[in-house]
């Protein structure tokens, strides 16, 4: 089966502390992307990838790293100098970053985390 | 400023209502897509429109290009509609997309 996997579901951190959201897929996409998602906004992009070893930062970046050592895997560092971490992560793939307007983004299942 | 406009941003029906969710965008696009977002927070598209109107089972989409503006039609809505539902839009320009902050509908039986 085919699709786009994180973990964990739930996350607690403490603040201060870094943490990292995994993101693994097996759709052979290109390209990835991470975005926050708050209660009454629509999803932010953090930051995308479109090949290994390149990504870009989105709108929200600052606070956030990405790795992209493997085109299966991206995954994203929330590090303590983010302010407000506490939020809904969902990860996203597509075909390829310059891809059709019909190409769509496909979805993770997110991960919830809650710093305290 | 938000590209991408979506109304009622809450939706309750009775079982078996006809819904209609807009979604206003101020961008010129490529493509609009629906998303569908479970309690969960999964999310999975629905359509991607780039003009007219696309029907899947009990859900019609509609886009007017030259107005800004798409609908999201559910007949006979069924509890298991109970979503939020998301617009999205692809600009001409660049490879972002902007998203909509979502209509939560509940579908009571």
């Known amino acids: 089966d085919g699709g786009i996997t994180q973990s964990p579901k739930y996350l607690f951190r403490k603040e201060g502390q870094n943490v990292t959201l995994s993101c693994e897929q097996n759709?052979?996409?290109?390209?990835m992307y991470w975005y926050r998602q708050d209660p009454g906004q629509g999803l932010r992009l953090i930051y995308y990838?479109?090949?290994?070893?390149?990504?870009q930062k989105g709108d929200i970046a600052e606070g956030y790293s990405v790795s992209r050592e493997k085109k299966e895997s991206f995954p994203l560092t929330v590090t303590s100098a983010q302010k407000n971490p506490t939020a809904f992560y969902l990860c996203?793939?597509?075909?390829?970053?310059?891809?059709?307007?019909?190409?769509?983004?496909?979805f993770g299942p997110g991960t919830r985390l809650t710093v305290l | 400023k938000n590209e991408v406009e979506q109304s009622p941003q809450n939706l309750t029906a009775q079982e078996g209502e006809f819904i209609t969710i807009n979604c206003s965008y101020s961008?010129?696009?490529?493509?609009l897509h629906w998303l569908q977002q479970h309690p969960g927070g999964g999310i999975v598209s629905l359509f991607m429109?780039?003009?007219g109107k696309k029907k899947h089972g009990r859900l019609i989409a509609t886009i007017n290009i030259q107005e800004k503006h798409s609908s999201l039609h559910i007949t006979a809505s069924h509890p298991r509609d109970s979503a939020v539902y998301i617009c999205?839009?692809?600009?001409?320009?660049?490879?972002?997309?902007?998203f909509g902050t979502g209509t939560s509908l509940t579908v009571i039986p």
């Open positions: 961008v010129g696009i490529s493509a």
């Open positions: 996203a793939s597509s075909i390829a970053l310059t891809s059709l307007p019909s190409d769509t983004q496909y």
């Open positions: 759709l052979n996409h290109d390209a």
């Open positions: 990838s479109q090949i290994v070893n390149d990504f």
């Open positions: 429109l780039s003009s």
């Open positions: 999205a839009v692809r600009p001409n320009t660049g490879n972002q997309f902007y």
